[in-house]
């Protein structure tokens, strides 16, 4: 029997905004800068850290970026990216608050690594074990009321500097807010929004307003809301009694109709804004505003997903939470070039794994158009292998002990914290409880009867289970079970996620579905989500034909598109991964990041970007690759026709891109693979303008034209037609390199402290051609006001500092980026190099 998971939801993004009455005694404040910061490797109380050494610095702020990379660190922490992490960071900062008997004041973290510890003026207000969820606290009672000066500090215990399989980074490495509100106020967040009926001429707007009354006398106010347009339009407006008891929260509903809404979309994604005034003896005490987006979601298990009523697939990739050079503290400008490009490819969707995201990371996924996965937890209750997946023996050590130590008492607080600082962003269409948890609970892995004779280069990939599903059945009843049982916690974590939100469904990532489908961690799932099996695609749907099913870890190959666009019932992919990230390192150092990116660590394209942008987008596209036909996947038949040297690998590529370049720069003579990668129908290949021959894409099976072309210096032109339409790509082969070029899309940014500008450098010849054989050392030079982030060069072996102003370039190529500090004015960044002039790029602050 068909079942329909209708799915209708509008979402917000919270921002807590300041009064735009002048009325309204109430303060949201940027509490990011002017922090003092100490590094010990000993645990200290902070009266014991003297004065002189602090540093100063700006959060969001991640220690453990500065470090080098450091090769003795192969044995513990290359799981994390050979920089060294471990160390207790004690965070100060005195700040003055205006506050009146009449009003409570609030500090909001959105995310301290980890293990932190909160105090105002030495009274310690909580600890607060994840990394990755936000929390606040009262500040109220310990406020200083005679001289107004107060210190607020935080100790982050990051000794268990291998507590994760990835890059953690490590203290208040996400945004801080002060907030001060009437005693009578919307909470944090307090708001929910949804859109329960939407049609072409009306939305229903269902807002549920929590209103706290910390008074000890009972109160009666109005409840206004106001909602504006994204062109600061107002749209409707609603009024609201209410009566409140001393020292208790009540919550309040409001229905409101928008005519003929906007909706909001991958591809037009408007934003509405919802402004909650509370009003008492006809005064405004609060103004606070809430984004969000009108819009409908739905999965069905035979016909996949739908946006709007529109049958759409989701392009996915999964993203860690690190920004390269910056880190784990990635300013919003980064995020935003980054999620730019990979939606440039086509990319509509992004699974934040392993972890929730930030709130900045969700904003411009409401702002960009990207629908969003929110994933809550790598570990369970066991713990996880930090080192090498499934050798959990190995996690009983110190230094590797994560978030399962805490799950049993912070789980259900983490989730809600989560929940309700996220729920609201329309970007968000399902939420992930987990995340490949299967292989911790030794049962369900032995049931398979794949854990016994897995490889991960082959059978596991490409077979389906040993096992029939009567004997995983059998196996599951009668394997001797552990403490925990993973269908119990899975149903406890969606009941927990459902109480909170029903208008999104609840996934997993399963990295053992055909156990999972009969253990009850299925019977928890709205959407099943499967790791790497695509294999099972056909399997899942005929055994458990109510279930929506969709890849949620897959490789950026094109044979597990080609397995989604034949099968109506799958929803779509989330490919691993869009970008490279630090840590999960399988190659002896000094490979630092785990290179199954789209993108490079640098946010450089890679040969499987171009690929998946040809599946991707209706946009022509051609990339030209190059590589000596002995180094290529391809060879010279006995006819003088260029042919796979394997046919059939294609179907089983895994996670890397093969070995290719994007220059045309070899020996004369020598036999060259041409690929090229493109959704031209047709595409006719030119060197020195002497036709090479015209090839259509439907010869190739593997979707990559391909060309032998015995190398001669010159003008390779690849001219292909799409739906009649000419596009054109072009490689030369380069000379020495003699220049340097800069190049910036950012030419003003502004002076505010956060604010990000992106150098790129490429090495080129007189004639401006790129060189991409040569590498140099450069040293850049910044006058002005703005701050060195540091460079990188996207490679996967390079171990150079990121936080400094000279390195090596790759491909001739290298990425500085540098933020604006409060002043403005004009940057000149002068680039130079032995024996090549200096070039200059001037980035104006306004």
């Known amino acids: 029997m068909k079942t329909l998971l209708t799915l209708l939801l509008s979402s917000i993004i919270f921002i807590n905004c300041s009064s735009r009455n002048e ?73 003055n608050v205006s506050a009146d008997k009449n009003q409570e004041t609030y500090i909001l973290f959105d995310g301290v690594y980890n293990n932190s510890e909160t105090f105002i003026n030495g009274k310690k207000l ?32 990051h000794s268990r500097y291998a507590d994760s399989r990835w890059y953690s980074g490590a203290g208040i490495y996400r945004n801080v807010k002060l907030i001060t509100v009437n005693k009578l106020h919307i909470p944090i967040w307090g708001t929910l929004v949804t859109t329960p009926t939407i049609t072409e001429e009306n939305a229903t707007v269902n807002l549920k307003i929590s209103v706290q009354n910390n008074f000890s006398s009972d109160n009666n106010a109005t409840l206004k809301t106001v909602i504006i347009d994204a062109n600061n339009n107002q749209v409707a407006e609603l ?74 697939k989701i392009k996915g990739v999964c993203l860690h939470h690190d920004g390269g050079l910056v880190g784990a503290a990635v300013p919003k400008g980064v995020w935003k070039r980054r999620l730019q490009i990979l939606k440039d490819g086509g990319t509509n969707a992004i699974r934040v794994s392993h972890n929730p995201a930030s709130k900045e990371f969700l904003e411009l996924c409401d702002e960009m158009g990207f629908l969003v996965q929110d994933e809550f937890f790598d570990e369970w209750d066991n713990p996880k292998d930090k080192r090498f997946n499934q050798n959990e023996s190995k996690s009983t050590d110190y230094i590797t002990r994560g978030y ?90 969606s009941k927990w996620t459902k109480e ?61 598109w080609k397995a989604i666009m034949e099968r109506p019932h799958i929803a779509g992919t989330f490919l691993w991964t869009g970008i490279d990230y630090m840590g999960e390192i399988r190659d002896p150092w000094p490979v630092r990041v785990q290179p199954s990116g789209m993108l490079n660590s640098a946010g450089f ?22 590589q000596n036909i002995e180094k290529s996947l391809n060879k010279i038949d006995k006819n003088g026709n260029i042919v796979a040297r394997n046919p059939e690998q294609w179907k089983q590529a895994l996670w890397v891109w093969q070995d290719v370049n994007e220059h045309w720069n070899y ?63 072009v490689i030369n082969t380069a000379r020495k390199a003699t220049q340097i070029q800069l190049s910036s899309e950012e030419k003003n940014i502004t002076a505010n402290n956060y604010d990000v500008a992106h150098i790129i450098l490429q090495l080129t010849d007189l004639e401006g051609n790129p060189v991409k054989t040569d590498n140099r050392k450069i040293t850049f030079n910044i006058e002005g006001e703005a701050k060195l982030l540091g460079i990188d060069n996207g490679w996967k072996k390079n171990v150079e500092k990121f936080q400094s ?26 680039a130079t190099s032995k024996d090549l002039p200096s070039q200059t790029i001037n980035i104006n602050i306004q």
């Not at 074990?129 to 935080?154: A, H, Q, R």
């Not at 010869?699 to 799409?722: C, Q």
Request: glycine share 6%; charged share 25%; aromatic share 14%.
């Open 23 to 95: 009325e309204v005694k109430e303060n949201n404040t940027d509490f990011n800068l002017d922090w003092q910061f100490y590094l010990s490797q000993e645990n200290k109380e902070f009266d014991a850290v003297l004065e002189n050494q602090y540093k100063k610095v700006n959060l969001p702020h991640d220690w453990v970026v500065e470090q080098p990379f450091d090769s003795t660190l192969v044995n513990d922490a290359f799981s994390t990216g050979y920089l060294a992490g471990k160390g207790y960071g004690y965070y100060k900062k005195t700040f």
């Open 126 to 157: 909580g600890f607060h074990p994840y990394g990755y969820s936000p929390f606040y606290y009262n500040l109220t009672p310990y406020l200083n009321k005679k001289t107004k000066e107060n210190m607020i500090s935080v100790k982050v215990d």
């Open 239 to 312: 009024e609201s009694e209410l009566n409140i008891t001393k020292n208790s929260t009540k919550e309040i509903t409001q229905n409101i109709n928008i005519t003929n809404p906007k909706l909001w979309d991958i591809e037009n994604p408007h934003l509405y804004k919802a402004i909650t005034s509370i009003l008492k003896d006809n005064k405004t005490i609060q103004n606070y505003s809430t984004t969000f987006g009108v819009r409908t979601i739905h999965f069905d298990a035979n016909t996949g997903f739908y946006l709007n009523g529109r049958n759409m």
């Open 404 to 493: 399962g130590e805490h799950f049993q008492k912070w789980a259900k607080a983490d989730l809600t914290t989560i929940m309700l600082s996220h729920r609201n962003h329309p970007s968000i269409f399902q939420w992930s409880i987990g995340n490949e948890i299967e292989w911790t609970y030794p049962r369900n892995a032995q049931a398979t009867g794949f854990f016994d004779n897995m490889s991960w280069d082959g059978n596991y990939f490409w077979s389906e289970p040993p096992f029939s599903t009567a004997q995983i059945k059998k196996q599951l009843e009668t394997l001797p079970k552990g403490k925990y049982d993973i269908g119990k916690t899975a149903n406890k974590l």
């Open 500 to 560: 909170l939100d029903t208008t999104r469904p609840v996934t997993a990532n399963l990295i053992l579905p055909s156990a999972s489908h009969l253990s009850g961690y299925t019977n928890a799932l709205d959407v099943v989500g499967y790791s790497y099996r695509r294999i099972l695609y056909d399997y899942g749907h005929k055994n458990y034909p109510d279930k929506p099913i969709m890849g949620t870890e897959n490789l950026a190959q094109f044979h597990e």
């Open 605 to 626: 394209k890679k040969g499987s970007y171009h690929m998946m942008k040809t599946l991707w987008s209706d946009e022509p596209h051609i990339h030209i690759a190059t």
């Open 667 to 729: 020996r004369k003579e020598e036999m060259i693979s041409v690929e090229i990668y493109s959704n031209c129908d047709e595409i006719e290949l030119f060197l020195n303008d002497r036709s090479l021959g015209r090839k259509e894409l439907s010869d190739f099976e593997d979707h990559i034209y391909k060309w032998g072309v015995p190398f001669t210096d010159g003008k390779l032109v690849a001219k292909g037609i799409k739906d009649g339409k000419e596009i054109i790509s």
């Open 805 to 830: 102003n000279s390195g090596t370039t790759y491909k001739g190529r290298t990425l500085l980026i540098i933020q604006a500090k409060n002043k403005k004015g004009s940057v000149k960044i002068t």
